[in-house]
């Protein structure tokens, strides 16, 4: 009995480190169109290729930001637009998850910074 409940808790315990475990909930994840979910309730609703975000797609963070536009290899890549939960937002060209080249913010209050 005392090997199951040590079992059960070192099960628990290593479920609770996997931050970043996801799973496909529909469609195609392999190599389409699919929509997958983490553990801590964000989404990816879009393309894949080799089970990774590739081509155009749209993630939306639980905490209410999210990125509209183009993947590779499982990072933005090409032209796509965050949105922070406030409502500021990022639109231009993104290279391996960073802003890259000409973009555009424009500020919850509207402000523009090009």
């Known amino acids: 009995m005392l090997l199951l409940h040590s079992s059960i808790v070192l099960l628990y315990f290593l479920s609770s480190l996997c931050y970043g ?15 997958w979910q983490w553990s801590n309730g964000d989404k990816y609703f879009g393309f894949f290729k080799r089970m990774r975000r590739h081509g155009l797609g749209a ?4 905490s209410g930001s999210r990125y509209e536009g183009a993947w590779l290899n499982d990072t933005k890549d090409g032209h ?26 424009i500020f919850s209050g509207g402000e523009i910074y090009e």
Do not use: I, P, V
């Open 21 to 35: 475990c996801a799973s496909c909930r529909g469609g195609d994840c392999k190599d389409g169109y699919g929509w």
């Open 59 to 62: 993630f939306y963070a639980e």
């Open 80 to 105: 796509g637009t965050w949105t922070w939960s406030d409502g500021t937002r990022y639109s231009g060209k993104w290279r391996r998850d960073l802003h890259h080249g000409h973009g555009m913010y």
